[in-house]
């Protein structure tokens, strides 16, 4: 059952890292680990589930209920370590990035003067997969004092529906705007 735990943490954490991780950065390591590091972690995980079945199936033949049950009760703890670490903003990098750094940014904030209106502290590109394959995805750190979803949005609601981008509030004055090209 801990195994089980660990992989579904594994592939949250992978999944949040790079949804955090710059492309500019490192480069070539994030590409690697990009490209080859998250197949062979689905794989891996997958395959790891696949015996866990076959063990449950094996176990249920001759009986063993006990050995079924642990079998098929890791196979569910598995995606639900995964959902609970992506869904829950306590395992988010961006609300950690933005306590550590709470005065600089507000210092920043206050130094471009449109605190109130809101303004971008920091943008960052952190698509995944091959080029040209999937969405580019943009992340931006926003500080707005007044209401941020006007700024994304604008007024209207045929803007909100056509906008690609979508609000999260992270901490305090704080919000993280995604954006898909």
């Not at 550590?100 to 809101?118: D, I, L, T, V």
Request: glycine share 10%; aromatic share 14%.
């Amino acid at each position: 059952m801990v195994i089980a735990a660990f992989l579904g943490i594994a592939c949250a954490a992978y999944h949040r890292a790079l949804d955090f991780w710059p492309l500019d950065s490192a480069n070539g390591l994030r590409g690697l680990l990009d490209l080859l590091g998250g197949p062979l972690l689905v794989l891996s995980v997958a395959g790891i589930l696949f015996v866990w079945f076959i063990g449950a199936l094996v176990a249920l033949f001759r009986r063993r209920i006990r050995g079924m049950a642990s079998r098929l009760i890791a196979i569910i703890i598995v995606p639900v370590c995964f959902g609970t670490m992506i869904t829950v903003p306590l395992f988010d990098p961006w609300l950690w990035y933005v306590i550590f750094n709470k005065s600089r940014f507000e210092a920043s904030a206050a130094a471009s003067g449109s605190a109130q209106n809101g303004t971008i502290i920091e943008g960052r590109e952190v698509s995944t997969g091959i080029a040209g394959a999937g969405y580019n995805h943009f992340v931006a750190l926003i500080f707005s004092e007044s209401d941020p979803p006007k700024l994304v949005y604008g007024d209207s609601e045929e803007e909100k529906l056509a906008a690609n981008s979508v609000l999260t509030h992270l901490y305090g004055n704080f919000y993280r705007r995604d954006e898909y090209f």
